[in-house]
């Protein structure tokens, strides 16, 4: 009977090993997780849960206008639209069919904000990054590391940064409700959608995983990832410049348009209320839309 219980054990024991890896695993830099689920908020903002518990956290990849946000920006971008109307066709029924494109401009006002989101944690991260090194140099596990984390970060950041969120809500994953690293970490990885993150959390399962130096790998991947986000900041600080300097040129025809409207509307008469006119503004309208989206992806520099 001894011997058999031992045996049941035994296999159990290698089936919950199985599912485990199953579980959690890199997968071309992305991480397998069945038990995340995409929900939506009561402002239809998207967000995963746990089957398990009721919590959720920001997920990064997705990035909906909360009601609030929403009651801000439609006002403002049909009121934008509204006025380009007014001024490229003089024509109210035109002007009011403008006001439509804040439904499809709403898209890439999201990625715009995602994307920004995201640069601010991959930022933060770096203060992460210096403080689970500092901690695992101590001899500190995983668990110990994150809480020492919190309280510096809150030092650093306010109680709504996003990094200080997500090391509390890890904690609380970890120390609360007793979840294994491997889901915390990866769960992270994978709604960050930042590389830093999916690199970083790569490399300390794969030194768990092979048994190698985990201080030490983890140490100089840190300071790896480290001089990689300060060699995005010092990007984005020299060209912060040049995309004011791209927007102001962008600004600079309607600007010029409406001048010319007040100063010498005799000028401007033939292109307002002819078919030829009419032509010409629409044309002129969508180059300065391409322009402007033009030299918003040239001065966005990746690295």
């Not at 048994?211 to 984005?236: H, N, P």
Request: net charge positive; with cysteine; hydrophobic share 40%.
């Amino acid at each position: 009977m001894g011997i058999g219980r031992k045996i049941r054990h035994s296999r159990t024991e290698r089936n919950a090993v199985t599912q485990d890896r199953k579980a959690v695993h890199p997968l071309n830099g992305k991480f397998a997780l069945p038990f995340v689920r995409k929900t939506e908020d009561a402002d239809g903002c998207g967000a995963p849960a746990t089957d398990a518990k009721s919590e959720t956290a920001a997920d990064y990849r997705y990035y909906r206008l909360n009601g609030r946000e929403r009651r801000r920006y439609y006002p403002i971008a049909g009121g934008v639209g509204a006025m380009l109307g007014l001024l490229f066709y003089h024509n109210l029924p035109i002007a009011a069919l403008m006001i439509l494109l804040a439904l499809p401009c709403r898209r890439y006002y999201e990625s715009y904000l995602g994307a920004k989101q995201r640069l601010a944690l991959s930022i933060q991260f770096k203060d992460l990054l210096a403080s689970l090194s500092a901690s695992f140099s101590t001899g500190r596990q995983l668990p110990e590391a994150l809480k020492e984390a919190e309280g510096n970060l809150s030092l650093i950041y306010a109680e709504d940064a996003p990094i200080v969120r997500e090391v509390r809500y890890m904690t609380s994953r970890l120390f609360k409700y007793r979840e294994r690293e491997k889901e915390v970490l990866c769960d992270f990885a994978d709604r960050s959608a930042c590389e830093d993150i999916v690199d970083f959390v790569d490399v300390y399962f794969t030194c768990l995983t092979t048994g190698g130096d985990t201080v030490r790998a983890i140490r100089r991947a840190s300071e790896q990832i480290i001089d990689k986000i300060d060699i995005r900041s010092e990007i984005l600080t020299l060209t912060a410049q040049k995309k004011y300097e791209a927007r102001i040129l962008s600004g600079l025809p309607p600007l010029m348009l409406l001048f010319l409207q007040f100063s010498s509307p005799d000028y401007l008469a033939p292109l307002y209320g002819t078919p030829i006119g009419t032509c010409i503004m629409t044309v002129a309208l969508a180059v300065q839309g391409v322009a402007f989206c033009w030299s918003a992806r040239i001065t966005d520099i990746r690295v």
